[in-house]
C-alpha cells in the first residue's frame, strides 16, 4: 500500500503551553533533503526515532539509501512486526532489562507488543502500515570486515571508475587522494601530508596512471607497483632519487602485511561498492542498505567511510541531473569525519557531497549528539535542520553559534529559548522551505526500536528481513566478477620473428595496441612463475575492424550510438562467425602509429595482401551488424518514457516514478481538495451536533435535579394535605423523561452524523489508494522495443598489431598476451 501523502509524516506540531501534541501533522517534503539535514540531541533525545521515522517515509515513498551505522541503532530498520505479536518481540528483549524489572522475557514482550500497538494506534498508524514499508523496500545489514551480516569486497574501489576522466579529471584525483589517505591510515600512517608524504605521492600516482589508461588495479598490483613503478619519474625527479627502492619495498612490506593478514580476507570478499546494487535490486526495488561498524577500529571505520562515500559520488556523476530526491545517504554519527579543525581523509569528500550532490537528487541525512565537535562552516550547506535536547549548555551555545555563522538562526534569543525547553521526543524543526521555527513531537516508529545490535544479532536480523547472504552477493573470486580471464601462452618459432617491421601490403592502414597489462600482472594470469622476466615486446599482424552503429528515432527520443569492434586474426575458407569475435568498441584515440622501441615482429600473413578478400571481410561486418544490431530499448508507454540501453532497470524505474510525481500529488490534491470541503461541512454539523448534545445533557440533569427536588416536597404535601405538590411532582416528572428523550434523540443524531464521518473517511481513502494503485501499475509497466540501425559507419579498418611479451622458460620460447583482453 502506497503512501497516500506525497511527503513524509515525521511528527506533530507540539505546544509547549499544554506540553503536549496537537493534531495539526507536521510534512516534510522529500525534495527539500536534496538540500541536506542535520539532525542533532543527546542520549535520550528521540534522534534515533526522529531519523528511523525519517528513514521509514523514505522508504514507504520509494527512495533507497545508504546507511552508515557506527554504533548499531539503525540495525533497527529491520525490526518491523505487521502482525505485532508478542512471540514477534520477544527475540528482541534484553533478558537483563526484563530481570531488572521482576519480569520475564514473555511478559516483557506481551507488554512490549501491547505498547507498540496503543503508540501506533495514537499516531493513526498500524499494522497496514508496517506490511507496507516491509513491501516497499529491501532491507539487510552489511557488516564490512566481518561476516556476521553481509561482507564487503573493498578491492573494488581500486577499479577504475565508469566516468570519463577527462571531464572529471579533478573530482577524480580528489577521489585517488582521500582514498590513499585512508590506506595509509589503515596501515598506520597517520597525519598524512597529500602534498608532502612521499608515500601519498607514488600511490596516488600509480592510481592516477592506471585509471587514465582505464585499468583497474588490485591491491596486488598495487603492492607489486610500488616495486617496480611505471614511471621512471615523479615530478623532477628520477623515481630513485625521489623514492629509492629500498624505502618503497619498506611501504610494500607494509601494504603485503595488510593483505597477508587473515583478518584481511573478509575484506576481499561479499558485495563490491557498486552503489547502484546497493541501492536497487536487480527489479528495480529500492534497497535500504545499512552499514554497520561498531566492530570495527577508527581507522577501519575511516577507510571505509571514506571509499563509501567515494563510491557514493562516482556513482553520482553518473547520473542526469534532477530536482526530485533520488537517493538518501544517511551518517548516524559524524563525530570525527567532518570536524572543524582537522582534516581526515572523509572530510573532504563529504563536503563536496554537501556543495554538489543537490544536483544529482542525491540528499545527505548527517546525525550527532556532540553539536560541539563539527564543522558548521560545511553544514552551512544543509536546508534542514532538526534540534533535539541537548546535554550541557556549552552544547546548545556552540550548535547557536554555528547556525548564526552558517546563516542559520536569525533569532538567537528565540531559538535559545525554544531549544532550552525541550522535551523528551521534541525537536526544533528549522529550514529554509519555512518562514521560521516550529516545535514538533516526533511520530511513533513502526519499528521496534530494540536500541544497539551487537554483532551476533545481526544474522537474526537478516534473517528475518529475508536476506541470504553469501548467495547473492559477488565475492572477489566469484565467476561474476570482473576480473581478467586467464591468458593464454603460446610457444614460439624464434626463426620466424625478426627484429625488422613487416611491411603491410597495399594502402590498408595500421595500427599498435597499447601495452594493458603490466608482465607481472600478464604472468599471474597466465600461471607462469612471478619471478620470470620479459625479454621484450613481440607483435602479431592481425586485421581489425569497427563501426558506429547509430540509432535515431524521433519517437523514442533516441540518439544513441554504439561501437563495435573485431579482431581477426585468420579468416579462413568459410562464413566468419562474427558473434564469437566481436566484443565492444575499443578507443580510437589509444592506438598507437608506432611500435615500441626495440620490438620485434612476426611474419605478415599473405591473405593481407589480397584487397578483395580484405574488402569483402569489411562488407560481411557491416553486413552483419545491420542484420543483428537490433537494439532493445525500455519503454513505459503510458508515461511516454523510453531509455536507451545502459539505463539499468532500477535507474528507468527511478525515471518512471520522478515522471509520474507530478500527476500523482496533482490526483491526489484533488481528491483532497474535494472530500475537505464535504469533511469540514460534516465536521461543522458534528461540532454543532455536541454542543446540541451537550445543552441536551444539561437540561436533563436538570430536570432531574428538579425532579428530585419536587419528589421530596410531594411526600411532604401529603403528610400535610397539600395535594398541589403532589400534581406539580408530575409535572416535573413529565418534564424530566421528556428532556430524557430530547437527550437521547440528540445523541442518535451526533452517532449518525459520526457515521457519515467514518464513511466519507473511508471514502476518501479508498479514492487515494486507487490513484495509488493505478499510478504504481503505471510506473511498473515496463515493455521493450525493438530499433533497427539507422546508420553504419565504419571506423576503423586495418592491420592491428598485438603486442606480447617474450620470455623463456625451462628452454622454450614462450608469448603470453601484454594487451588488455
Known amino acids: 500500500m502506497a503512501p497516500q501523502n506525497p511527503n513524509y509524516f515525521i511528527g506533530r506540531i507540539y505546544d509547549p503551553k499544554t506540553n503536549s501534541a496537537t493534531i495539526e501533522q507536521v510534512l516534510l517534503e522529500p525534495s527539500n533533503l536534496t538540500t541536506h539535514a542535520v539532525v542533532t540531541g543527546m542520549t535520550g533525545s528521540g534522534k534515533t526515532g526522529l531519523c528511523i521515522g525519517l528513514l521509514e517515509e523514505a522508504a514507504l515513498h520509494g527512495t533507497p539509501a545508504v546507511i552508515i551505522d557506527p554504533k548499531g541503532d539503525l540495525t533497527n530498520l529491520l525490526l518491523h512486526f505487521p502482525s505485532l505479536l508478542?512471540?514477534?518481540?520477544?527475540?528482541?528483549?534484553?533478558?537483563?532489562?526484563?530481570?531488572?524489572?521482576?519480569?520475564?522475557?514473555?511478559?516483557?514482550?506481551?507488554?512490549?507488543?501491547?505498547?507498540?500497538?496503543?503508540?501506533?494506534?495514537?499516531?493513526?498508524?498500524?499494522?497496514?502500515?508496517?506490511?507496507?514499508?516491509?513491501?516497499?523496500?529491501?532491507?539487510?545489514?552489511?557488516?564490512?570486515?566481518?561476516?556476521?551480516?553481509?561482507?564487503?569486497?573493498?578491492?573494488?574501489?581500486?577499479?577504475?571508475?565508469?566516468?570519463?576522466?577527462?571531464?572529471?579529471?579533478?573530482?577524480?584525483?580528489?577521489?585517488?587522494?582521500?582514498?590513499?589517505?585512508?590506506?595509509?591510515?589503515?596501515?598506520?600512517?597517520?597525519?598524512?601530508?597529500?602534498?608532502?608524504?612521499?608515500?601519498?605521492i607514488l600511490l596516488a600516482n600509480l592510481l592516477e596512471t592506471a585509471w587514465i589508461n582505464k585499468q583497474s588495479l588490485t591491491l596486488t598490483d598495487l603492492i607489486l607497483q610500488v616495486q617496480t613503478p611505471p614511471m621512471e619519474r615523479l615530478g623532477a625527479f628520477p623515481m630513485e632519487s625521489f623514492f629509492p627502492e629500498k624505502e618503497r619495498f619498506s611501504l610494500a612490506i607494509l601494504l603485503n602485511n595488510f593483505l597477508a593478514a587473515p583478518s584481511f580476507q573478509v575484506w576481499q570478499q561479499g558485495q563490491t561498492l557498486d552503489i547502484n546494487e546497493i541501492l536497487y535490486t536487480k527489479a528495480g526495488k529500492p534497497r535500504h542498505s545499512i552499514f554497520y561498524m561498531a566492530h570495527l577500529s577508527e581507522n577501519e571505520r575511516m577507510f571505509f567511510v571514506t571509499l563509501l562515500f567515494a563510491a557514493v559520488e562516482t556513482w553520482m556523476r553518473s547520473q542526469r541531473g534532477t530536482g526530485s530526491l533520488r537517493a538518501l545517504l544517511y551518517f548516524d554519527e559524524i563525530m570525527g569525519y567532518l570536524p572543524p579543525v582537522a582534516n581526515p581523509p572523509s572530510k573532504t569528500i563529504m563536503l563536496r557531497m554537501l556543495k554538489q550532490a543537490r544536483a544529482?537528487?542525491?540528499?545527505?541525512?548527517?546525525?550527532?549528539?556532540?553539536?560541539?565537535?563539527?564543522?558548521?562552516?560545511?553544514?552551512s550547506n544543509a536546508g534542514t535542520w532538526m534540534i533535539g535536547r541537548l546535554q550541557t549548555d556549552q552544547d546548545k551555545q556552540r550548535l547557536l553559534d554555528g547556525l548564526t555563522s552558517a546563516g542559520g538562526a536569525t533569532n538567537v534569543a528565540t531559538f535559545d529559548k525554544l531549544i532550552s525547553g525541550l522535551q523528551k521526543r521534541v525537536f526544533l524543526y528549522h529550514s529554509i522551505y519555512k518562514?521560521?521555527?516550529?516545535?514538533?513531537?516526533?511520530?511513533?516508529?513502526?519499528?521496534?526500536?530494540?536500541?544497539?545490535?551487537?554483532?551476533?544479532?545481526i544474522p537474526l536480523a537478516n534473517k528475518l528481513a529475508g536476506v541470504r547472504v553469501g548467495t547473492e552477493q559477488k565475492s572477489a573470486g566469484s565467476s561474476t566478477d570482473t576480473a581478467a580471464p586467464k591468458r593464454a601462452v603460446f610457444s614460439?618459432?624464434?626463426?620466424?620473428?625478426?627484429?625488422?617491421?613487416?611491411?603491410?601490403?597495399?594502402?590498408?592502414?595500421?595500427?599498435?595496441?597499447?601495452?594493458?597489462?603490466?608482465?607481472?600482472?600478464?604472468?599471474?594470469?597466465?600461471?607462469?612463475?612471478?619471478?620470470l622476466s620479459a625479454e621484450g615486446i613481440v607483435y602479431k599482424a592481425t586485421l581489425l575492424l569497427q563501426a558506429e552503429v547509430r540509432y535515431l528515432s524521433r519517437q523514442y527520443n533516441l540518439d544513441y550510438a554504439r561501437k563495435v569492434s573485431a579482431i581477426l586474426e585468420n579468416p579462413g575458407s568459410g562464413l566468419i562467425k562474427w558473434e564469437g569475435i566481436s566484443r565492444e568498441g575499443i578507443d580510437t584515440q589509444k592506438l598507437e602509429s608506432q611500435p615500441l622501441p626495440k620490438s620485434r615482429f612476426h611474419p605478415v600473413a599473405a591473405w593481407f595482401g589480397d584487397s578483395r578478400k580484405t574488402k569483402e571481410i569489411q562488407k560481411d561486418f557491416i553486413e552483419w551488424l545491420n542484420r543483428s544490431g537490433t537494439l532493445k530499448i525500455k519503454s513505459n508507454p503510458s508515461l511516454k518514457i523510453f531509455a536507451s540501453p545502459e539505463t539499468t532497470q532500477a535507474d528507468f524505474h527511478t525515471r518512471c516514478s520522478e515522471a509520474a510525481k507530478a500527476s500523482v500529488a496533482a490526483e491526489l490534491g484533488k481528491v483532497e481538495q474535494t472530500y475537505a470541503t464535504k469533511i469540514s461541512a460534516i465536521q461543522r454539523k458534528i461540532d454543532a451536533q455536541e454542543l446540541d448534545v451537550k445543552a441536551a445533557e444539561n437540561d436533563a440533569n436538570q430536570r432531574n435535579l428538579e425532579q428530585f427536588a419536587t419528589g421530596g416536597a410531594a411526600v411532604f404535601g401529603?403528610?400535610?394535605?397539600?395535594?398541589?405538590?403532589?400534581?406539580?411532582?408530575?409535572s416535573k416528572v413529565r418534564m424530566a423523561s421528556a428532556a430524557?428523550?430530547?437527550?437521547?434523540?440528540?445523541?442518535?443524531?451526533l452517532k449518525q452524523l459520526q457515521v457519515?464521518?467514518?464513511?466519507?473517511?473511508?471514502?476518501?481513502?479508498?479514492?487515494?489508494?486507487?490513484?495509488?494503485?493505478?499510478w504504481v501499475n503505471i510506473t511498473t509497466q515496463v515493455s521493450e522495443i525493438s530499433v533497427n540501425p539507422t546508420n553504419i559507419y565504419s571506423e576503423v579498418f586495418g592491420v592491428a598489431w598485438l603486442p606480447f611479451y617474450a620470455l623463456e622458460k625451462e628452454g622454450k620460447k614462450l608469448e603470453i598476451p601484454a594487451f588488455k583482453h
Do not use: C
Open 435 to 457: 518562514s521560521g521555527p516550529v516545535l514538533f513531537n516526533t511520530r511513533w516508529a513502526l519499528n521496534f526500536l530494540a536500541g544497539p545490535m551487537t554483532r551476533d544479532q
Open 492 to 531: 614460439v618459432d624464434t626463426n620466424a620473428v625478426t627484429a625488422s617491421r613487416p611491411a603491410v601490403p597495399g594502402d590498408i592502414a595500421e595500427y599498435f595496441i597499447p601495452i594493458g597489462v603490466g608482465f607481472n600482472e600478464a604472468a599471474a594470469s597466465a600461471t607462469l612463475p612471478v619471478d
Open 360 to 379: 544529482f537528487g542525491v540528499g545527505l541525512v548527517l546525525a550527532t549528539q556532540n553539536p560541539v565537535d563539527v564543522d558548521y562552516k560545511a553544514l
Open 718 to 730: 401529603m403528610l400535610t394535605g397539600r395535594k398541589r405538590s403532589l400534581s406539580s411532582t408530575m
Open 740 to 749: 430524557k428523550d430530547r437527550k437521547e434523540a440528540e445523541e442518535q443524531t
Open 86 to 200: 508478542p512471540t514477534d518481540f520477544e527475540p528482541w528483549i534484553d533478558p537483563e532489562s526484563a530481570r531488572r524489572d521482576g519480569k520475564t522475557v514473555q511478559q516483557m514482550s506481551a507488554e512490549t507488543s501491547e505498547k507498540w500497538k496503543k503508540g501506533l494506534s495514537d499516531w493513526g498508524l498500524g499494522s497496514d502500515q508496517i506490511k507496507a514499508l516491509s513491501d516497499a523496500a529491501d532491507f539487510a545489514i552489511y557488516t564490512p570486515g566481518s561476516t556476521s551480516g553481509i561482507p564487503v569486497n573493498i578491492l573494488s574501489s581500486f577499479q577504475f571508475p565508469d566516468v570519463p576522466w577527462e571531464e572529471n579529471s579533478e573530482v577524480l584525483r580528489e577521489r585517488i587522494s582521500s582514498t590513499v589517505t585512508a590506506l595509509l591510515g589503515l596501515i598506520g600512517l597517520n597525519d598524512i601530508d597529500p602534498l608532502r608524504s612521499r608515500e601519498h
Open 756 to 774: 457519515q464521518m467514518q464513511e466519507l473517511l473511508q471514502t476518501k481513502e479508498k479514492a487515494l489508494k486507487e490513484i495509488n494503485d493505478k
